[in-house]
């Protein structure tokens, strides 16, 4: 099986929820779970430090994983109006969506093979992306959705080289960071963090993935007595505190295009 996963892939393929990925989403979900109550905190957004962190496929299978174990509508939308992907992962048009939906016109998300999850995709390209993306306009937005679903998944550009996810803070609850371990350079993960705890971001922690790599020996399911399966992806992840102290839990993360 190769390591890395396209996005006909991602649409195509069914998502095996017994797979390793698919065990370690829900770890992932349960420790969310005991730090909010996701009966009144209800929007996540998904950033990272940089480009190429993995984030936007991280949020696809996330928002998968949820739907289907939560048993609570998901919307997963493409905040990403620079370099949105969802549209490709989930084979969509790209409009209408999120940005047509901040003019104040509103738009209909689209459905999935899965019951409880649909996607809004980041619209038409626009020019004044900061102009757009004012927090009044997000609010508002994500204020619309919350009367319609159970849970919403922002899917955010990088914080460090774009402002837009931090018009996004006062909007949403909490805030999951992804880097790439082993390849984002620690300065940059840490700049990152600061950013957002600088605005009063609710970092609920980081998804460190690529932990197959610098931790070879991290995650050995046969050590466990598990039956080895086939995994779709080469790489790990962890659900590690703010503060950069890893927990137990990882998560086997594709590569994820322009994520």
């Known amino acids: 099986m190769k390591a890395r996963m396209g996005a006909k892939t991602a649409r195509t393929r069914p998502f095996d929820l017994e797979s390793p990925l698919a065990i370690e ?8 779970s005991r730090q909010l109550d996701f009966d009144r905190q209800r929007c996540l957004m998904v950033t990272s430090a940089q480009r190429g962190e993995g984030k936007s496929l991280f949020s696809s299978n996330f928002a998968l994983v949820l739907a289907n174990h939560l048993k609570r509508r998901v919307l997963l939308v493409d905040g990403d109006l ?4 969802q549209h490709i992962i989930h084979r969509i048009p790209r409009a209408p969506g999120f940005a047509e939906q901040l003019k104040g016109k509103p738009v209909k998300s689209r459905a999935t093979s899965v019951a409880n999850l649909e996607v809004l ?7 004044h992306i900061s102009a757009l993306l004012s927090p009044e306009r997000v609010s508002a937005a994500l204020a619309h959705w919350k009367k319609e679903f159970g849970i919403i ?15 996004c803070v006062a909007a949403t609850d909490g ?4 880097v790439m371990a082993g390849r984002t350079p620690r300065e940059i993960a840490v700049r990152g963090i600061e950013i957002l705890k600088g605005v009063g971001a609710n970092v609920l922690g980081v998804v460190a993935n690529n932990f197959s790599e610098v931790l070879p020996y991290y995650y050995d399911r046969k050590y466990y007595g598990y039956a080895e399966r086939k995994v779709r992806a080469g790489r790990e992840a962890a659900l590690v505190a703010p503060d950069g102290a890893a927990e137990k839990e990882s998560v086997p993360a594709p590569e994820a295009p322009n994520g």
Request: charged share 25%.
């Open 175 to 178: 805030v999951i960071y992804v």
């Open 153 to 167: 998944i922002l899917d955010n550009p990088p914080v460090v080289p774009v402002s837009d996810p931090l018009q």
């Open 25 to 32: 989403l829900r770890r992932i979900m349960i420790r969310l």
């Open 121 to 127: 995709p980041a619209g038409e390209a626009v020019e």
């Open 82 to 85: 620079r370099r949105p992907v």
